[in-house]
Each structure stands twice: as C-alpha cells, then as structure tokens.
C-alpha cells in the first residue's frame, strides 16, 4: 500500500513539480537542460513580468475573464443543483422518477457532442461573443443535481422541514434558511467541481468566442502556443517559456480555492438537529 500511495503520489505532483521547474527557464533552456530540475539561471520572476506585460497584458484579461466565468458559474450552478437536488429528494410530483431518469441519462452526454447545437441556439439570440455564452451553459450540471439529490436525502431530515411547516415557515424560507445550510459540504462540492470544469474549458470557448479580450486562460494560452509554434505575429523568442510560466500562474486560483474550501468538506453538519 505504500508503494501504491507513492506512486500515486509521483503521478500527480510530478507534472506540477515539472510545471514548477519550466516556469523557471527560457525557451532554450526548456530544451537544453534536464527537465526535473532547474537550470543554471533561474529567471522565474523575469517569466511571470513578461508574461503580464506580453501583449499589452492581455493575460490580465484572460485571467479577469476565467475568474468571472468560473465563479459565476460555480455560484449559478451550486446554487441551481441544490435547489433542483433538494425539491426531487423532498417533493413528490407527477413525473418525478421520469424527469430524474432523465437528469441521469444527461450525465452520460459528453459536453464536447453538445457544444455545436449550444453554438447554433446561442447564435440564434445573438449572444455568441458574449461573456453568457460561456457562463450559461456551465450553469447545467447533471451531476451535480444527482450529487445533491442524494446528499438532501440524509442531510436534511424530512421531520426538520416538517417542523419548520408547522411553525409557519414557507418552503423558500425552508429552503434558504434551513436546508441550505445543512447542504453546505454537498454546495462546495458541486462548487468546487463546477469551478474546475470551467475554469479548464477550452472547447466551449473557443467556439463561442472570437475576441482576444474575452478569451479565458484556456484559449489565450493556446493562442499564445500557436504564436511560438507558428511564428506568428506578436511572437517572441520566449514565448514559449511565457505559455508554460501562464499555465503555472493559471493553476494558483484553483488551488487557493480548495486550501480556503476544504474546510467545509465535512459531515454530520445535521447531527443533532432533529431530537432522536
């Protein structure tokens, strides 16, 4: 079991370490040294000015941009799965197994097979090349609404809400005042989910968007990469070592977010709240 956990280990901190190191080097260095370990002259910070300063700073854009989407989105999304989890667990209606059935089969449908007809329906009202374009499709999450579905099961008691109807509260007083706060670790989960599958997007943008100043870190990093592939315009001798040292400052954001979100990653927040 060691071992295992210590490959698994490598596995996952070895790109990042790898990612660590690149960011450090210029492009020649990127091909003249050893990979796993820094060159003679680390130029880290030289990397993360130029590439702020690169183009004007458009990656201050894109960066801006990837936060904006992915929060929203999170946010929307979180909030729009619970409350869709929580009225399928604790409300019976007519077609209700069929309508979750077909949540169920929407998660076996790849985002990628989806993109297109999103682009045709979005180019339709005019909102292709618009921050919507990239937010309101991430706001459907299949599985986050089944996570929460059976997470509301167990965590909110169905004498808690019972209780709270004798009292006088309505159902949306219910649901913001009492159910949410017992869905906290399955919210931050979806959130969290959601926040990272939009934040590593680049299909859906890359569709939907055409102006540089719009693109999120995704598509402005691939664009930067076909530049110092191609010799395109705006590019530089470095621009390589600036799309690696961009894809390491990209992944700071996500990784914040789980340090500052674990916390509430946590169970038994309902124990206690109903008298056994």
């Given at each position: 079991m060691?071992i295992a956990?210590?490959a698994a ?5 070895l790109p ?5 190191v690149a960011?450090?080097k210029?492009t ?6 050893f ?9 880290l910070?030289?990397n993360i000015r ?6 004007d700073?458009v990656?201050v854009h894109?960066?801006?941009n ?10 929307g999304?979180a ?5 869709a989890?929580?009225g399928f667990?604790?409300f ?11 949540v169920l089969?929407?998660?076996m ?5 989806l ?5 045709l329906l979005f ?11 990239v ?8 599985f986050g609404?089944?996570?929460m579905r059976i ?12 209780a ?9 007083r219910i649901?913001?005042r009492?159910a949410?706060?017992l ?5 931050v ?7 990272v599958a939009?934040w ?5 943008p890359?569709?939907m968007l055409n ?6 870190i995704t ?13 395109g315009?705006?590019?530089?001798s470095d621009?390589?070592?600036?799309v ?5 400052i990209?992944i700071?954001p996500l990784?914040a ?5 674990q916390r509430?990653w ?11």
């Amino acid at each position: 079991m060691t071992i295992a956990m210590l490959a698994a280990l490598a596995y996952f901190l070895l790109p990042l370490f790898w990612l660590l190191v690149a960011s450090s080097k210029s492009t020649q260095d990127l091909f003249s040294t050893f990979g796993l370990w820094f060159s003679d002259a680390p130029q880290l910070l030289t990397n993360i000015r130029a590439t702020f300063t690169q183009d004007d700073g458009v990656f201050v854009h894109w960066l801006l941009n990837t936060a904006v989407y992915a929060g929203v989105s999170a946010f929307g999304a979180a909030l729009l799965a619970a409350a869709a989890g929580y009225g399928f667990a604790k409300f019976r209606f007519r077609g209700d197994r069929a309508a979750f059935n077909l949540v169920l089969g929407a998660i076996m449908v790849p985002a990628t097979a989806l993109a297109i007809p999103t682009y045709l329906l979005f180019a339709k009202v005019g909102m292709v090349n618009t921050p919507w374009a990239v937010i309101l499709p991430s706001l459907v999450n299949p599985f986050g609404l089944y996570l929460m579905r059976i997470y509301a099961e167990d965590a909110v008691p169905d004498s808690l809400v019972e209780a709270a109807r004798i009292d006088g509260a309505g159902e949306a007083r219910i649901f913001f005042r009492i159910a949410l706060r017992l869905l906290a670790p399955g919210l931050v989960t979806v959130l969290l989910f959601t926040l990272v599958a939009t934040w590593n997007n680049y299909f859906l943008p890359l569709i939907m968007l055409n102006d540089p100043k719009l693109y999120p870190i995704t598509v402005g990093l691939s664009s930067w990469a076909a530049q110092a592939q191609n010799g395109g315009a705006g590019a530089s001798s470095d621009m390589l070592a600036l799309v690696v040292t961009g894809s390491l400052i990209s992944i700071v954001p996500l990784v914040a977010a789980f340090l500052l979100l674990q916390r509430y990653w946590q169970s038994g927040l309902a124990t206690g709240s109903v008298k056994q």
